[in-house]
């Protein structure tokens, strides 16, 4: 099964950008986490901290697109580098003035500001995009190596920010998330010789990538997607915090996070036939179905083994997603158009934190789940209804 991926690694100077990725994804999967613990232990308030988190979330959703745009007109790192040094200075203001105790204003407008920043993601699948545009079956499984980069990272992410910030001090997990960060993306943007090449102007096409047919229902559907992640991650703090054990909230986070890399790397190493639009289906309708049990379990480790489950469906949800946005806009659009997909992962991000964060005020963080429940119903309900759209505009652009 891995060696499926084992031509990935023999593409020249790939192994260079992938690594840098892998730290960038970590530093990356830490913020929202290193957010919600650092500031619901200095402010005590859960709604404060998914607000906050919020605000990046929304930020970072408007901000992908648009440098998502610039590095397709001008270059990944001509574009990325100045980013990556402008956010990684407001990361670590946020941090100073948590420490402070500074007015809760600045942390909303700091952490806003470090949200603007190049996405790992988009970057590095238009790398692959551009590599294997020939070869579809190639690119099916490096856009699922990519998937399972970012679920690994969700592994491994969670636990450091809790851990690092319980053990040592709430800002902690903070600072060593834009670390790692700003190193992955130094190194990333190093590796000049995958780095896709610019189309030039006269022959890019005209209109923006959002405007393409089907791109704006997948990132709707999309958005439904990061509002499960959203509410899970702050509703699980408040899950293991409700029974006495904060840092327990990594070991769910990470299940989660675990099931979707497992499903993930099976998922990238087989080959299929059907089209990716009967597959978004398929994929939209277990993430609903195997979030339903969240509701109903009133322990730590039961709650565990759901979220390993309900894990499992949505590395093939994100994989077909971000594959058919890729499919559906032009090569010299890649970039935005993969970054539009993922806002609409982070705008939903952001709403699910939002709203998991009042409902677990509201509710309690056991009732709190009905929040990612009811968007997987909705992600269900929207590409059921537009299947026909979608499935006609994918054959389009075989």
């Known amino acids: 099964m891995l060696s499926a991926y084992a031509p990935l690694f023999r593409v020249p100077g790939a192994t260079r950008f992938i690594a840098g990725t892998a730290l960038s994804r970590t530093g990356g999967a830490m913020f929202g986490v290193a957010i919600i613990v650092m500031l619901s232990e200095r402010r005590g308030s859960f709604g404060l901290a998914g607000a906050v988190s919020a605000v990046g979330l929304f930020v970072l959703a408007i901000a992908g697109p648009v440098?998502?745009?610039l590095v397709d007109k001008y270059g990944q790192r001509r574009v990325a580098l100045p980013f990556v040094v402008f956010s990684t200075f407001c990361g670590v203001t946020?941090?100073?003035?948590?420490?402070r105790d500074a007015p809760a204003w600045t942390l909303f407008?700091?952490?806003?500001?470090s949200a603007v920043l190049p996405e790992p993601g988009p970057m590095s699948r238009a790398r692959w995009a551009h590599i294997y545009r020939d070869e579809p079956d190639r690119l099916h499984t490096a856009m699922s190596f990519e998937q399972v980069c970012d679920e690994a990272s969700f592994v491994i992410g969670p636990v450091l920010a809790v851990l690092v910030s319980t053990l040592w001090f709430p800002e902690a997990g903070l600072l060593l998330a834009e670390l790692l960060f700003t190193a992955g993306m130094l190194a990333f943007l190093a590796a000049r010789a995958?780095?896709?090449p610019v189309v030039p102007h006269a022959d890019r096409p005209g209109g923006f990538a959002v405007r393409r047919p089907g791109l704006l229902v997948v990132a709707v559907a999309l958005v439904m997607t990061g509002v499960i992640f959203g509410a899970n991650e702050v509703i699980a703090v408040a899950f293991a915090k409700e029974h006495g054990e904060t840092g327990f909230s990594s070991v769910i986070l990470g299940a989660f996070a675990l099931g979707s890399t497992l499903a993930g790397?099976?998922?990238?190493s087989r080959v299929f036939r059907t089209t990716m639009t009967r597959r978004l289906l398929l994929a939209a309708t277990g993430m609903f179905v195997l979030e339903v049990p969240a509701l109903l379990v009133g322990g730590l480790w039961p709650l565990v083994v759901v979220m390993f489950v309900a894990g499992s469906a949505t590395a093939p949800m994100l994989i077909t997603s971000l594959s058919l946005a890729q499919r559906l806009v032009p090569a010299a659009l890649v970039t935005e158009g993969m970054a539009v997909a993922i806002t609409g992962i982070l705008i939903g991000i952001s709403g699910g934190s939002a709203v998991g964060g009042w409902a677990i005020e509201a509710r309690g963080a056991q009732q709190a789940y009905a929040v990612p429940v009811l968007a997987g119903a909705l992600a269900l309900a929207i590409i059921a209804a537009r299947y026909r759209?979608?499935?006609?505009?994918?054959?389009a652009n075989d």
Do not use: D
Request: aromatic share 14%; hydrophobic share 45%.
């Open 94 to 99: 946020v941090a100073v003035l948590s420490w």
């Open 109 to 113: 407008v700091f952490y806003g500001l």
């Open 265 to 268: 790397i099976v998922f990238g």
């Open 194 to 196: 995958t780095e896709p």
């Open 389 to 395: 759209h979608l499935e006609r505009h994918e054959r």
């Open 67 to 69: 440098i998502g745009r």
